[in-house]
């Protein structure tokens, strides 16, 4: 199939401002006073307790009236309808997403179906959600739905390191994953980039300054640098693979990275790699304890039939796999899965690689 959709301008979408910093909650009235004062908060109850909470008394501080819209898991249109009903019911003049990517999605398509500004205040590093201009959808049942495209992207982007440090390893490992699965077309484009003139950067002495210092980066590169570069950078296999993967309920724990970093060695795979290049990809995933395997992802004995089911999902019309030069077939996607697993579980034969 060739690539319908080839685009030959180069693009450099983001958020209008972005923010970081170890007490953006408790300063985010100053930022978000300039969208409006009446928001519709969209976070679930979890994250309600760990930093909803001092978000609204932060806003109620100054003056705002804040809506809150629980989020109920999923980002589905049956989600985003209710919340866009819920909004509209309170008229609110702008959306806040506070959560995690499919929290983030969500606030995002109901922001566009009100034609209002959105203000994503992510508690985890761990996707690409903040930064861009579209949202996967999936349905009530977890399977992946369909990418959903906006005008604009978010207008802030405001993430408060404090909360991230506290979220669990694995989000953040998750959010490396994404970032990696950028890096080889985002990450020249974002080290030009102008954008990193005036963000903020700690400079650490002692070691727990390092430590705050080294969040500061990851979060930044996780979160910032991986948002604009896949916008820019374009996705390709790693996330057309990783959308087929919600075809095996058995993966649906996985965490977005964490899927996306298999996909990464898929991508090297299909590109032809080296086994040296190979082996440095699967040794940094590996470190910070990423699947490269189908038994690291939970599918030991996956089956042909179950690998087909992921690749005919990874290679429906309007997937980022066409982004591709190559020639795409579901076969090759099937062949392209096997030999990412062979790689890995070669690597770690050779290499002795145990999990700590
Ligand atoms: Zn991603």
Not at 16 to 25: D, E, H, L, M, T
Not at 217 to 230: D, R
Request: hydrophobic content about 40%.
């Amino acid at each position: 199939m060739p690539n319908p959709n080839r685009i030959t301008e180069r693009l450099f979408p983001s958020p209008s401002k972005y923010i970081q910093g170890p007490s953006a909650i408790q300063h985010a009235a100053r930022y978000l006073s300039k969208l409006g004062r009446s928001p519709l908060l969209a976070c679930d109850d979890y994250v309600y307790e760990i930093a909803g909470k001092s978000l609204i008394d932060a806003l109620h501080k100054a003056d705002f009236k804040v809506t809150r819209g629980v989020f109920g898991g999923e980002a589905s249109r049956e989600e985003i309808d209710r919340l866009s009903a819920l909004g509209q019911e309170h008229s609110v003049d702008f959306v806040i997403a506070l959560g995690g990517g499919k929290t983030i999605d969500s606030a995002k398509a109901v922001a566009d179906a009100l034609g209002l500004q959105v203000a994503i205040l992510p508690t985890t590093a761990s996707t690409d959600a903040p930064c861009s201009a579209l949202s996967v959808l999936y349905r009530p049942s977890g399977e992946f739905d369909r990418y959903t495209f906006f005008e604009k992207n978010p207008t802030i982007v405001l993430v408060d390191t404090t909360v991230i440090a506290n979220s669990p390893p694995r989000f953040l490992a998750s959010g490396i994953g994404d970032a990696i699965a950028d890096e080889r077309r985002g990450a020249a484009l974002c080290e030009q980039s102008e954008l990193r003139r005036g963000l903020p950067t700690g400079i650490g002495g002692d070691r727990a300054e390092v430590r705050g210092d080294l969040v500061q980066a990851v979060v930044e590169a996780n979160t910032l640098l991986s948002g604009l570069g896949f916008e820019s950078g374009g996705l390709a296999a790693a996330h057309a693979i990783h959308n087929g993967f919600t075809a095996i309920e058995a993966v649906h724990s996985l965490m977005h990275g964490e899927k996306v970093a298999f996909g990464t060695i898929c991508q090297l795979v299909l590109d032809g790699a080296s086994i040296t290049e190979l082996d440095r990809y699967i040794d940094l995933l590996l470190s910070v304890d990423l699947p490269v395997t189908f038994a690291q992802l939970g599918i030991p004995g996956v089956s042909d039939e179950e690998l087909h089911r992921v690749a005919a999902l990874a290679c429906a019309p309007g997937e980022t796999i066409w982004n591709l030069e190559c020639v795409i077939t579901e076969d090759i996607v099937v062949g392209v899965m096997k030999g990412a697993d062979a790689a890995g579980r070669d690597y770690i034969g050779r290499s002795g690689w145990k999990k700590v």
